[in-house]
Structure formats: C-alpha cells, structure tokens
Nanobody, 120 residues
Framework: QVHLVESGGGLVQPGGSLRLSCAASGSIFRVNDMGWHRQAPGQERELVAVITAGGRIKYADSVKDRFTISRNNAENTIYLEMNTLKYEDTAVYYC??????????????WGQGTQVTVSS
C-alpha cells in the first residue's frame, strides 16, 4: 500500500505565501514523477507543476515565476513554495505521483488534497 500525505494548506491574504508538502510512504520500489494539481470550485483539475526523479520541472503558465516545486528523493517528498498568491490560486491542491510499488509495475497515486484559500 502506498500513501501520499499532503500538508501546508490554509488561508492567506493576496500577495502572501504558503508552502505545501507531500510525502509518499508505504511499499515503494521507486518514485518517478511527482507533482501538484489543483481544482477550483466548478472547474476541472489542472496541472500546477511536476518534477521528475531527475529534477526536470514543468509549470503551468499561470504559476510560472511565482511557484517553485522541489523534491527530496531520499525522503520521497516534494514541496510547492507558493509566492505572490492571487485570488485565482484558491483551490484544493492535490499531490500526484507515479510510483513503482515493485520493479514490475507502475501506478498513479493521489493525495487527499489540501485547501488553499486566498482571501482578504
């Protein structure tokens, strides 16, 4: 069994900052891509940022230059540093990872989500 556990969401004023964390645990052979998605009310889930095991990164255009994704491979953990937050960043943020529970398979896992609310 593999679990992704997120933390760090909350309420922040426009222009403020938050840091999200996501740790993968359980029966893990190898962790490949890890990333963050978000879903605002009434909207589809969208990619925010993704980082490969080798450190290659991709951001959504809407968060470039404001958000930074990073990774600690030794701890199977990723972080999302969010700066200059805007009202439109309000959403539930989900951690996502492609993980090999054994060398013979790869599966996609999702965290339970953490709420980020940007409000004055």
């Amino acid at each position: 069994q593999v679990h992704l556990v997120e933390s760090g969401g909350g309420l922040v004023q426009p222009g403020g900052s938050l840091r999200l964390s996501c740790a993968a645990s359980g029966s893990i052979f190898r962790v490949n891509d890890m990333g963050w998605h978000r879903q605002a009310p009434g909207q589809e889930r969208e990619l925010v940022a993704v980082i490969t095991a080798g450190g290659r990164i991709k951001y959504a255009d809407s968060v470039k230059d404001r958000f930074t994704i990073s990774r600690n491979n030794a701890e199977n953990t990723i972080y999302l540093e969010m700066n200059t937050l805007k009202y439109e960043d309000t959403a539930v943020y989900y951690c996502n990872a492609r993980i090999r529970p054994s060398m013979w398979s790869e599966e996609e896992y999702w965290g339970q989500g953490t709420q980020v609310t940007v409000s004055s």
